[in-house]
Every structure is written in structure tokens, then in C-alpha cells.
């Protein structure tokens, strides 16, 4: 079982940025690919950004590319997430998630995924 812990939602001016943390722990870290989503409310949870086990490939929602920066430290047993440039529209609940444990690749889709977080909330004022 893993657990995940995230900090360092808050609130923002739009324009301003933020870096969400997740703190993995229960078993081997750099075993899980893992991403980012959020739920803005009244919508469905959707996808932000994942990343593959050994950090070396990210992939990003169109919504975040080129202003959102997703990475891990697996000796840490971390992911991060580099918030740039926020909008209003990014205001929503942030989750990370742990992904198929031992899979190589990178993973979008939220039943991928065997873990997750309790959230932080990110509300960017306009």
C-alpha cells in the first residue's frame, strides 16, 4: 500500500505560481509512474500531468502545457508540481495519484491508477 500526502495548494493571484508537493510512502517509490489531477468544482476530475518512473518523460493536459511543470525525486520519494503563470481557471483541488506499480510508460487515465491523495486545494484569484 502506498500513501501520498500532498502540500503547498493555497491562494494565488492569477499570474502568480505555486508548487504542489506529494509525499509517497509504504513501499518502493520509484516503482509507481505518477501523475496529477484535479477537480475544479461542479466538473469531473481530470488530467493534469504524469510522469514515467524514472523522470526522464512527462506528459502534460493542453490546458497546463508550457505553464506547468511536473517532476520527482525518487530518493525523496516525492513528485512535484511547478505551477507558472496560473489562471483563474486553474482554481480546483489537486490530487496525485500512483500509478501501475512496475509499469513503464505514462499514464492519463484515472482508473490507471492504484493510489491517491487526499488533495490540496489551488484557488488563483482573478
Known amino acids: 500500500q502506498v500513501q501520498l500526502i500532498e502540500s503547498g495548494g493555497g491562494l494565488v493571484q492569477a499570474g502568480g505560481s505555486l508548487r504542489l508537493s506529494c509525499a509517497a510512502s509504504?513501499?518502493?517509490?520509484?516503482?509507481?509512474?505518477m501523475g496529477w489531477f484535479r477537480q475544479a468544482p461542479g466538473e469531473e476530475r481530470e488530467f493534469v500531468a504524469a510522469?514515467?518512473?524514472?523522470?526522464?518523460?512527462?506528459y502534460y493536459a493542453d490546458s497546463v502545457k508550457g505553464r506547468f511543470t511536473i517532476s520527482r525525486d525518487n530518493a525523496k520519494n516525492t513528485v512535484y508540481l511547478q505551477m507558472d503563470s496560473l489562471k483563474p481557471e486553474d482554481t480546483a483541488v489537486y490530487y496525485c495519484?500512483?500509478?501501475?506499480?512496475?509499469?513503464?510508460?505514462?499514464?492519463?487515465?484515472?482508473?490507471?491508477?492504484?493510489?491517491w491523495g487526499q488533495g490540496t486545494q489551488v484557488t488563483v484569484s482573478s
Open positions: 509504504g513501499r518502493t517509490f520509484s516503482s509507481y509512474p
Open positions: 510522469i514515467i518512473r524514472s523522470g526522464d518523460n512527462t
Open positions: 495519484a500512483a500509478g501501475p506499480e512496475g509499469r513503464v510508460g505514462i499514464f492519463s487515465r484515472q482508473y490507471e491508477y492504484e493510489h
